[in-house]
């Protein structure tokens, strides 16, 4: 991955500290031991694997600072009113608040948005919220048939999603995680009830009929982890059996991964660590850090934690201008804070901070007022206009706008709830540990079973200073479990304000087993170094990283206003400043070309925002001038580092990336000399026109210089007169100077088996003569063939412009993947 990379894996040490009192242990853990349990909080029931953290139920972890920051905004902004924006959650008519379970929108979306919105709500303890979320609670709690189903009976019968009378199992998944929510919050009995006469429902369904389809199949790692919620709490032996059933049905992630649609592998590639509970066979653990691994190494090159797949990842688009879709960075943070639970290793800590820190803040606006669907490491620009397929999806997915982006908008609101339902976990020996750091407050029964509360002050990730302030009504022992990031080798702690000498190597936890006493006071420091990443599948490009931040260029940010409503807007965001830049990085000590500067914490309490970075580093750079957007609008290619520029050195600043929505957090370097590289400017396409494009084309595509693998290539765009059928129609290339022509080619664009879109019935070349056009004939026939290009000759003409003229077939549209024209002296 990187020659900079020097963070060790699995170095870590323990000493007993000294300075510590008498009958207090202080010492480095890879994971808290399961020799002892936990009776204060659920973990693991035999006979599944021992349990190294519980979740605490919500409600115990009160966010502080910007964490709570961003509950609040998500409260107030396009997620918290969303009842006001989507027509998915119009209550009147809605299936799943019908006691029947009929009626409209009874398939992912209403479940989706009240996952997190109920979550929010009583993280928040706010009471409009919790209210709403009682509402939809209680349809569903209500919607119970006798044999078991709840939920909507139209999913039952499959008709949401065409699985023609099979139950469609995916919704309901996502209801079961709001309902287990609820229980946590609440206690309500009512829905071990539900659970478990659903869970005896599914028994019931026959094999050929259980988790059919696409999503249930992909996704059952979901319903599997309810299961186990619910044995857990019950101890229902059936429930083990069933377990069974639904880890037979679900794609077979223990093998590999076996998809790439990002969501799915963001949900799926941890389902075999949760069926390794019950199975304890470390290739189910393993696959799932197996199936990380490759999804980084086939297209998670880029900073940011997450990878290109937007929507699926596609061979060939790996670089850091792939983006991701919203839904797969909420799915990532919550399958790592899962397999946390599941094996105690701190990496799934480190792996879903870098998402949250790097990239969820910057799928939103900084007042949460907006989503996009797609984010990538390295984006600058971020309007309405279809990206396909550069981005594989088409449309307008890089628009910040409240009112679209179906899933991501109503599943998203579920990333910062849970992950700050995750900074704290109750430990084996009734202890408590510190996961993930941020300004928060836990209030929770320890050792021998009082409640006591640790209030945790930081300005972390910005900061390499924490403290935590224990409350107890009187002396209690338990173990504090306090963990030690991937990236950090010399963490220093101190107890009441002395030092002790534990030392603990990245990626451990250090354990103070100790009587606490109220008013003990914990510090914690974890010394950031800037440290270089270099992605040498992507042309050795570098990131830069400070702890557990990874920085981006500044880029001025202006934004649009573009559609949306007045109390709803919707943007988009353009450039004011250059950002073509590669660094120049001193070669012997890359680190040392950077410089660290502190700023003000921001009064709003809102730091992922472009000019509200309370850190920001100095570092030297040079523009590359031939690197520019493409026709998309996209940022242009990387080319192989280090790269030559004649430009001044400058002096740039660079922000943490999770504050950029415009950002380059991916760059190259610079250099010179025989080694270094001149960036290519890439082919300029012709100006071009047509009598018609369909918005998600584009008539650049003409003459973009790529060749087509055969006339049903949809990887690289194209130009169609779709939706028009069985007219005529044109192109045209218009050139500066008259230009002498002598031959010309076609590739037509076919969809056969997709679309409407065939070869043409005919077509014709013309060319501008004076004002008027003149047909040319061609030596030969003008062809209509598919999967390769047509070429015809001519007598040499001379011209300004030059029109393609096309009669489509009846019933049928046509396009143009490239069109040649041959220039004579
Ligand atoms: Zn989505």
């Not at 803040?361 to 007042?367: G, L, M, N």
């Not at 523009?623 to 290619?637: F, N, S, T, Y």
Request: neutral net charge; aromatic residues 10%.
């Amino acid at each position: 991955m990187s020659k900079y990379t020097l963070v060790g894996l699995t170095t870590f040490f323990a000493l007993v500290g000294t300075g510590s009192p008498a009958g207090a242990e202080i010492r480095a853990v890879e994971r808290p031991s399961t020799d002892a349990g936990n009776d204060l909080y659920v973990g693991n029931r035999p006979p599944l694997a021992a349990s190294p953290f519980m979740k605490l139920p919500v409600g115990a972890i009160e966010p502080q600072g910007w964490v709570r920051k961003q509950l609040e905004l998500q409260a107030d902004g396009f997620h918290g009113h969303l009842t006001e924006i989507s027509r998915f959650l119009a209550k009147e008519g809605n299936a799943w608040l019908s006691p029947a379970g009929e009626g409209q929108h009874g398939w992912e979306e209403p479940p989706y948005w009240l996952k997190g919105f109920s979550n929010c709500g009583y993280i928040l303890r706010d009471q409009r919220m919790i209210a709403e979320s009682k509402i939809w609670i209680e349809a569903a709690l209500a919607s119970q048939k006798q044999d078991g189903w709840f939920g909507p009976d139209k999913g039952r019968k499959g008709a949401a999603t065409k699985l023609q009378g099979r139950e469609d199992l995916w919704p309901n998944m996502i209801m079961l995680f709001c309902l287990q929510n609820y229980h946590e919050f609440t206690g309500d009995e009512r829905v071990i009830e539900l659970m478990t006469n659903y869970m005896k429902y599914l028994t019931t369904v026959p094999e050929d009929r259980f988790l059919v389809g696409y999503w249930p199949r992909m996704r059952g790692g979901d319903l599997l982890y309810s299961v186990y919620w619910l044995y857990n709490r019950t101890g229902d032996k059936f429930l083990l059996d069933l377990a069974k059933k639904v880890h037979r049905h679900t794609a077979a992630w223990e093998k590999d991964v076996i998809n790439w649609h990002n969501v799915n592998m963001s949900q799926g590639f941890g389902q075999p660590a949760t069926y390794y509970m019950q199975s304890q066979d470390r290739n189910h653990l393993e696959a799932a850090e197996r199936n990380w691994r490759k999804i980084r190494n086939m297209y998670g090159q880029v900073p940011g934690g997450m990878f290109g797949g937007d929507e699926n990842c596609r061979p060939g688009f790996t670089g850091p201008r792939q983006a991701v879709e919203t839904c797969g960075m909420v799915e990532m943070m919550l399958s790592h804070e899962i397999l946390l639970t599941i094996n105690g290793d701190a990496k799934w800590a480190d792996r879903c901070e870098d998402v949250a820190f790097n990239s969820l803040p910057a799928a939103f606006t900084p007042d949460l007022k907006a989503l996009h669907y797609l984010t990538a490491p390295n984006m600058i620009l971020c309007d309405r206009h279809t990206k396909s397929p550069g981005l594989q999806n088409g449309g307008p997915m890089l628009h910040f706008n409240p009112h679209i982006h179906r899933c991501c908008q109503h599943n998203t609101g579920h990333g910062w709830p849970y992950y700050a339902a995750h900074l704290w976990l109750a430990t084996p020996g009734n202890g408590l540990a510190a996961v993930m750091y941020a300004p928060s407050r836990v209030i929770a029964k320890v050792g021998n079973g009082i409640k006591i509360s640790i209030l945790q002050e930081t300005k972390y990730p910005f900061d390499e200073d924490i403290s935590f302030s224990v409350t107890a009504s009187r002396p209690v022992q338990f173990p504090l479990y306090l963990r030690v990031p991937g990236w950090c080798e010399n963490p220093k702690l101190s107890i009441n304000g002395a030092a002790t000498s534990v030392e603990a190597g990245p990626r451990s936890y250090i354990m103070i087993d100790r009587k606490w006493s109220d008013g003990d006071k914990v510090g914690l420091k974890l010394p950031m170094e800037i440290k270089l990443r270099e992605w040498t599948q992507n042309g050795g490009s570098v990131s830069v990283d400070r702890g557990p931040l990874t920085y981006s260029l500044k880029i001025g940010e202006r934004y649009v206003r573009e559609g949306g409503t007045d109390v709803w807007p919707a943007w988009e965001i353009h450039p004011t400043t250059a950002w073509n830049y590669g660094l120049v990085l001193n070669d012997s000590e890359p680190a040392s070309s950077f410089s660290l500067v502190r700023k003000d914490w921001p009064d709003n309490n809102q730091p992922f925002e472009t000019d509200a970075a309370p850190i920001e580093l100095r570092a030297r750079a040079k523009k590359i001038p031939a690197w520019q957007k493409d026709h998309l609008g996209l940022v242009g290619k990387l080319q192989p580092s280090p790269a030559k520029s004649s430009d001044p050195t400058e002096d740039v600043t660079l922000i943490p990336m999770g504050c950029a929505r415009l950002r380059i957090s991916a760059f190259p370097t610079i250099g010179s000399g025989a080694g270094a590289h001149e960036w290519k400017e890439p082919p300029k396409s012709l100006p071009a026109t047509a009598s018609h494009c369909w918005a998600g084309d584009s008539v650049a595509a003409l003459s973009d210089k790529l060749v087509p693998k055969s006339s049903n290539d949809h990887s690289i765009q194209r130009m169609t007169w779709w939706p028009h059928k069985g007219t005529t129609e044109w192109v045209q290339y218009d050139f500066k100077k008259p230009k002498r022509i002598a031959a010309a080619s076609v590739y037509w664009f076919d969809d056969t088996g997709k679309g409407g879109c065939r070869i043409p019935k005919s077509w014709q070349l013309r060319y501008k003569k004076g004002n008027d056009w003149t047909d040319i004939v061609a030596a030969g026939s003008y062809g209509v063939e598919k999967d390769r290009f047509n070429s015809v000759r001519f007598e040499p003409v001379q011209t300004t412009a030059l029109r393609l003229e096309v009669v489509l077939q009846p019933e049928f549209s046509a396009g143009i993947l490239e069109w040649r024209v041959d220039t004579v002296r």
